[in-house]
């Protein structure tokens, strides 16, 4: 059975900087693709960062310059730097698996079936 556990959630400053891990056990398919997700007030769930098995590492548009992602530790620590993090980016950051599947195109909630239970950003002065 595949579990996520998350941390690195907290309360920030605007400008400061979080780094959110998300470590991932009892991945037995050949290959896999890990995201961070966010739920902000007011807004959908929506894909923040993803990387998988065969390389890829993908961060939303937001995150350009900003967010770096990596996977680690035989692709099963999924780490989260941000920098420069605004207030409304105040939410619930979920880290998600999609076991068996790779592919940047790959990046709806939909697309993960694993879910963990997700670490707490404030950013507020």
């Known amino acids: 059975q595949v579990r996520l556990v998350e941390s690195g959630g907290g309360s920030v400053q605007p400008g400061g900087s979080l780094r959110l891990t998300c470590s991932a056990s009892?991945?037995?398919?050949?290959?896999?693709?890990l995201g961070w997700f966010r739920q902000v007030p007011g807004r959908q769930r929506e894909g923040v960062a993803f990387?998988?098995?065969?390389?890829?590492?993908d961060l939303a548009d937001f995150g350009k310059g900003r967010f770096t992602i990596d996977l680690t530790n035989a692709n099963t620590i999924l780490d989260l730097q941000m920098n420069n993090l605004k207030p409304d980016e105040t939410g619930m950051y979920t880290c998600?698996?999609?076991?068996?599947?790779?592919?940047?195109?790959?990046?709806?909630?939909?697309?993960?079936?694993?879910w963990g239970q997700g670490t707490q950003v404030t950013v507020s002065s």
């Open positions: 009892g991945l037995t398919a050949k290959r896999w693709r």
């Open positions: 990387a998988d098995t065969f390389g890829h590492r």
């Open positions: 998600a698996a999609a076991p068996g599947i790779t592919g940047e195109r790959y990046i709806l909630p939909a697309d993960f079936t694993v």
